[in-house]
């Protein structure tokens, strides 16, 4: 084991002195043609809807699956919670392992055993299974999730980031908006078995859609190119992960949101509003279903979901917005790739004023029995907060703590957030039946403006915190 560890250390050390022989390097991500870049990006971005998607489409079956297994509408939903920390689980370790082993060895490993799983929940005979299989689902759907902020951070440069990211990151609320509409209507007319056969369609196409993709992980592209320059030797192994090497890969999201502060408080307030956008896909078919206050059929009440999906759309496109008009003249001032990360903060900032308003408003317009229509258009501007929040708080911690230590930092994310998402619609309806649907949503929205200070405080402090860290890389 000592024998394994110093090899382990001196690999390591060998890896840190790699670097590209120039700006122009061929084989560095940046130069690789737009079309290459542009197709790179869209792998995770489509698996990430796919993962998403399935995460939510299963609660329009929900009600098929009580009756079927004899089990509560809350234990029911324990297919979805179970699927969400799941995910949060295994991005803890899919980032980090793609920060040792490279991207693409993570991505086409985890997809396939993803589609397993949910053929798996699709053929259950009895709910403990379902669940199960869903669980491992969530678990090896994780990947996509966590580690598509590191590929595109390989790819792409600090001036582009915001343009090209939030196609990125808009896709872990599209696919749980449209998740809803394609189920409501699919398990009213083929049952629930049905959603997971979508899930299965989509891995397939996504996966041979990946097959060609190359390794935009910088340390796995140089130590590649390095192994090939040097004349193979019949001695020539491979290593295998030391321990210390393995603590590492498992403990540094960890050890990144406890102790830096900027992870831990943009982690806390992003998985607030990851929690509150999860509460809606229980709290949409009390209110709208059958039922519920508005009594919309199955199909009708997931068209309910197109507001929050047409609110992720204006979010990404209020986010692009903000940065064309600001981040261009900031290069002029500071330099290029020397912009101050807290500038990626204007779209948080704007956008957290959205979500303690929309909550109100939909709250309240739904108490008092509105027109659907009130209650549906108040999810919008929550959306649209919602993106923004997640788009800028995720380009400012990738830009601090950059390609090396960011899919770390982006995973911590995702633990918190699908931590608090699997657990908020379990008691969802519990709460919304006990206080009533103003007061609830109230609760929430008062919750959400005390964390709307956090990206204005880190905006003013954030570079004085940044000092004191020992991962950040950006000045």
Not at 300 to 317: H, K
Not at 366 to 391: D, E, K
Request: with cysteine; proline share 6%.
């Amino acid at each position: 084991m000592a024998l394994s560890s110093q090899a382990s250390q001196a690999r390591d050390a060998r890896s840190v002195d790699l670097d590209w022989t120039g700006p122009d390097d061929v084989d560095c991500p940046y130069n690789w043609p737009l079309w290459k870049r542009l197709y790179m990006t869209s792998i995770p971005a489509l698996l990430c809807v796919n993962v998403s998607f399935a995460s939510s489409v299963y609660t329009s079956g929900t009600n098929d699956i009580s009756r079927q297994f004899n089990v509560s509408r809350t234990e029911s939903l324990l297919g979805l919670s179970l699927f969400l920390w799941a995910l949060g689980l295994g991005a803890i370790i899919a980032a980090p392992v793609s920060e040792h082993y490279g991207r693409r060895v993570v991505y086409l490993t985890t997809v396939p055993i993803f589609g397993l799983f949910t053929l798996g929940s699709g053929l259950a005979p009895s709910f403990v299974t379902l669940i199960v299989c869903r669980t491992f689902a969530g678990f090896f759907g994780s990947a996509v999730v966590s580690v598509g902020g590191g590929t595109n951070a390989d790819l792409w440069q600090p001036t582009l980031a915001g343009v090209v990211y939030p196609f990125y990151f808009v896709s872990p609320f599209l696919g749980p908006a449209f998740g809803p509409v394609v189920g409501g209507y699919l398990s009213e007319t083929k049952g629930w078995r049905w959603l997971q056969w979508v899930i299965l369609f989509m891995v397939v196409f996504n996966y041979l859609y990946a097959l060609p993709q190359s390794e935009t992980y910088k340390k796995t592209i140089l130590e590649k190119r390095t192994r090939n320059e040097k004349a193979p030797t019949r001695s020539s192994k491979v290593a295998l992960p030391s321990r210390a090497i393995l603590q590492r890969i498992l403990l540094k999201p960890f050890k990144m949101l406890f102790v830096e502060s900027i992870v831990l408080f943009m982690t806390i307030y992003m998985a607030f509003n990851f929690a509150v956008f999860y509460s809606f896909f229980a709290a949409f078919p009390y209110i709208f279903g059958p039922g519920g206050h508005y009594n919309f059929a199955p199909g009708q009440q997931g068209l309910t979901f197109l507001s929050i999906a047409l609110g992720c759309v204006a979010g990404f496109v209020a986010v692009v917005y903000i940065d064309r008009r600001t981040y261009p003249a900031l290069e002029t001032k500071y330099g290029v790739g020397r912009v101050p990360p807290e500038h990626r903060l204007y779209g948080a900032m704007v956008g957290s004023a959205l979500n303690p308003a929309s909550l109100f408003w939909f709250g309240w317009s739904a108490n008092a029995g509105a027109h659907w229509a009130s209650p549906v258009v108040a999810a919008v501007p929550f959306a649209v907060g919602n993106i923004m929040v997640y788009s800028s708080g995720a380009l400012y911690i990738m830009n601090s703590y950059g390609s090396l230590h960011g899919a770390s930092a982006l995973s911590a994310n995702s633990l918190l957030r699908y931590a608090f998402g699997g657990a908020f619609p379990l008691f969802t309806v519990q709460l919304f039946s006990s206080l009533g649907i103003g007061w609830a949503s109230s609760l929430l929205g008062f919750i959400s403006v005390v964390l709307v200070p956090v990206p204005w405080v880190l905006y003013k402090y954030g570079k004085r915190i940044r000092a004191h860290s020992q991962y950040i890389t950006a000045a």
